[in-house]
């Protein structure tokens, strides 16, 4: 730019001249970053506008992009209050998911991408806040700060459809989650690579072992438990170049042989079935998560949250 003005004025000598033309200049370039700084989130608002999930019901709800880009607020949760939780119980749905997709079968593990999608609007509109299981392990043996609404979202399987349909959905509110993946099976049809889950793992979330080949523990003998359980976690540690330190039993079977070779492994925690939030020492090493059923609508999945505002909501209206 200077060029171009010293082009266009290359007559001017005197001092005063030289000053007006500086001064010139510098409201030049103010109305220019003026102009730049008002058109800037303007441009850069519009096609985020038209990205956000849409709602059911068309109310004032602001999109969390949107708000962000407007206060320029780097935290991902600057409203949210942390509570002391632990050392002990800590309270704390973990939930499970196995496919987020169109199911090809009649299946109950398959969540419609959609009502996935609207499960986590709702966390998001109930004030839940999905953590890192290992702040939840943490909260357990130590104690830790966590969201008022905490909640672990765990996906089991290493299936291609949880990076592709609920990896996006997630990100959109800025939820992580675990992904239970089977070392032996990383890449094969219908499962996710390496690449993915460093993908995933670089936004923030967690990836645990799921044994090596979902094998039946309580129908191997130790030799082969010792290749899912112990093997599992050294050989996705190897692939992923980062810790692995949960596992997840494949059809939530636990046995005496499998519940050792976690301890041999040195995994911080281990992840079954269950019907409770509550989380603790005594079952840090089969933690209770609420499977997701193909079925569930809102009510039902509140249901599992421990969570009835929606409810009472309803009630209030009849
Ligand atoms: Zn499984």
């Known amino acids: 730019m200077r060029n171009i003005l010293k082009k266009n004025f290359v007559v001017v000598t005197s001092v005063a001249q030289r000053r007006a033309i500086a001064l010139a200049t510098r409201c030049f370039l103010f109305v220019v970053f003026t102009l730049m700084s008002c ?19 068309k109310t004032s709800t602001p999109s969390l992009t949107a708000t962000k880009f407007l206060t320029e607020t780097p935290a991902s949760t600057p409203t949210q209050v942390g509570v002391k939780r632990g050392p002990g ?10 496919h987020v997709g169109i199911s090809p079968i009649e299946s109950q593990y398959y969540i419609h991408p959609e009502n996935f999608s609207l499960q986590m609007k709702a966390l998001d509109e109930w ?41 996006p959905i997630m990100q959109k509110y800025d939820f992580t989650g675990i992904f239970y993946v089977l070392s032996g099976g990383l890449g094969d049809k219908g499962l996710v690579d390496v690449a993915e889950l460093q993908e995933m793992a670089a936004a923030g979330w967690e990836i645990g072992s799921h044994s090596n080949s979902h094998a039946d523990l309580s129908k191997i003998g130790a030799d082969a438990s010792y290749r899912e359980v112990v093997r599992s976690r050294e050989i996705l540690e190897e692939e992923l170049g980062f810790p692995v330190t949960s596992f997840a039993y494949p059809f939530g079977t636990i046995t005496e042989i499998a519940g050792k070779q976690i301890h041999i492994a040195g995994y911080e925690s281990a992840a079954g079935l269950g019907h409770t939030d509550s989380q603790g020492p005594g079952n840090l090493f089969y933690l209770q998560r609420r499977p997701i059923s193909w079925d569930y609508d809102l009510k039902r999945f509140a249901i599992v949250l421990g969570w009835e505002g929606p409810l009472l909501i309803e009630k209030e209206h009849e």
């Open 89 to 98: 119980i800590v309270r704390c749905t973990i939930l499970l998911y196995h």
């Open 127 to 167: 004030g839940f806040t999905p953590i890192p299981l290992s702040l939840l392990v943490k909260a357990i043996n130590e104690g830790a700060i966590l969201p008022e609404k905490p909640v672990v979202i765990s996906f089991d399987d290493g299936r291609m459809d949880i990076y592709e349909n609920a990896f």
């Open 39 to 57: 058109s800037a989130p303007q441009a850069a608002l519009t096609p985020i506008a038209t990205e956000t999930p849409q709602p059911p019901t």
